[in-house]
């Protein structure tokens, strides 16, 4: 079946990079663009942007421009987030999820998602 | 501040009906689908309704969503103790919002 495992939890101090891996099974990894989304402590749902495992091309929330970078390696079906300059209101979960469409439109949703990466951003 | 504006919380007791709503704008719910995730405690997000009102297998005929103009409902019918989770709606977002937005989330308690 389709599945997305990421990589376990971090505690990274500020000002420290943070890099968070999303292995996909069970269908074809290029096939699907990728979607990153964020959740703090008791909060809502945060788009950070996608990644094309075909090509390596992505788009980034206008928030996260400059901070994130997003990559893969096809060789083994997994995509990673990377984040830097890290502070402390970037501690929460992250998720990996799926373009259930193949390419990103208004007409697609994110199925499955990864069971989230605790990142804890603490001095 | 999320885009997409959810009551932060709702309530009912069991066989009672319940609904949710989403409240955006012109340039993400007024002019594209809506979408409804379930968070249920300690999981990750699993999509409950897609393009406005469709339900993929496995999903209760007791959840319908529907969308008017720049505002969505989330509707449970029939409410169980295992519905007791988050609810977000997401939709996507024309402006330099976007493209994905989402709404806040709306806890919903089982009494």
């Known amino acids: 079946q389709v599945q997305l495992v990421q990589s376990g939890a971090e505690v990274k101090k500020p000002g420290a990079s943070v890099k968070v891996s999303c292995k996909a099974s069970?269908?074809?990894?290029?096939?699907?663009?990728m979607h990153w989304v964020r959740q703090a402590p008791g909060q809502g749902l945060e788009w950070m942007g996608w990644i094309n495992p075909n090509s390596g091309g992505t788009n980034y929330a206008q928030k996260f421009q400059g901070r994130v970078t997003m990559t893969r390696d096809t060789s083994i079906s997994t995509a990673y987030m990377e984040l830097s300059r890290l502070r402390s209101d970037d501690t929460a979960v992250y998720y990996c999820?799926?373009?259930?469409?193949?390419?990103?439109?208004?007409?697609?949703?994110?199925?499955?998602w990864g069971q989230g990466t605790l990142v804890t951003v603490s001095s | 501040q999320s885009v997409l504006t959810q009551p932060p919380s709702a309530s009912g007791t069991p066989g009672q009906r319940v609904t949710i709503s989403c409240s955006g704008s012109s340039s993400n719910i007024g002019s594209n689908y809506v979408y409804w995730y379930q968070q249920l405690p300690g999981t990750a997000p699993k999509l409950l309704i897609y393009?406005?009102?469709q339900r993929p297998s496995g999903v209760p005929d007791r959840f319908s969503g529907s969308k008017s103009g720049t505002s969505a409902s989330l509707a449970i019918s029939g409410l169980r103790s295992e519905d007791e989770a988050d609810y977000y709606c997401a939709a996507w977002d024309d402006s330099l919002s976007g493209p994905w937005v989402f709404g806040g989330g709306t806890k919903l308690t089982v009494l």
């Open positions: 069970g269908y074809t990894f290029t096939g699907y663009y």
């Open positions: 999820a799926r373009d259930q469409g193949g390419v990103p439109a208004p007409n697609n949703w994110f199925d499955p």
């Open positions: 393009r406005n009102n």
